[in-house]
């Protein structure tokens, strides 16, 4: 709610002293300078930015079709309309779809003012130069959401602990109860909504080097696929094999350690550590338990890339 009001506030003041500075140049249609400075405000910098350049060669090819047709054949609602047919055709083929709309109420003055000279022409790119930007100067306080992104990547994070503790119980319980993974509908959600405001806090910066939160997030995706491939391991273990105490408190301690700035490298000589006492075990008994110390042996190799993930990201 506090956002919305800011950016309200913000959009509101970049209208109105978009219209102020035009009625202060005496330019004709001062308002107009206030509805484009609404519609040149995009949600990051890079977007408004983008969307400006687009939009001013937009403008200049509707001065060309607009200036040819009035004064060939006269300044008329018919030819405004024939005007709009040639415009919009232009802008769907160049992709310029948000300037239509505004590019087009700003050539409408020409029908009012009956020419297009040198001093209409001129009235109509103040409008423009104007309302555009101002719409600019509201996003050049527009700043990335440092406090936000970092609890999403919090909530993320500990969404992924959560699991992995799940796993270290299921090992020991093959009734845990509820083990069907629909814990991972909400980490997902988590993890759709940080990257979303991390690429938004991407667009809100002039350069590129700040990448650290989408590789960072790049990073947990991709640990939490490798995670569903765990999960569907643990899943089929029917026993309580031999190895299972030593797998089971293993994930439970990566669980504990699971943070962003671990490295990681502890974690990856323990578990070879756990790889090679479990070849010490005694051979399973029975059919059920060599199912299930294979699912777990599977489940340390997808662990081990879970783990590795997360040392080529620190490394990088």
Known sequence: MKQIFINTLKI???AIFAILVAQFLHLEFAVSAGIVAILSVQPTKKETLRTALS?????????VISGVL???????????????VLFILI?????????????SVL??????LGNTGIAEIKNEVL???VGVGFGILVNLFLRKKTDYIEELKNQTDEKIKLVLHR???RILNPDFADYDGTCFISLNQSLFTAKKQAEENFNNQFTSRDTYDKRYLSMRENQTKVLHEMFKCVREIKTVPKTASMVANFLEKVSIEYHKDNDVQTLLSELLQIREKMKTVPLPQNRAEFEDRANLFTLLERLQEFLELKSEFVKS
């Open 12 to 14: 509101s003041l970049a």
């Open 55 to 63: 939009r001013f060669l937009a403008f200049a090819v509707a001065l």
């Open 70 to 84: 009035f004064n060939l054949l006269g300044f008329s609602i018919p030819v405004f309309l024939l005007y709009l």
């Open 91 to 103: 802008c769907q083929w160049r992709g310029w779809i948000s300037s239509m709309a505004m590019d």
């Open 107 to 112: 050539i409408s003055h020409f029908i009012s």
């Open 127 to 129: 409008l423009f130069i």
């Open 167 to 169: 796993m270290s119980l």
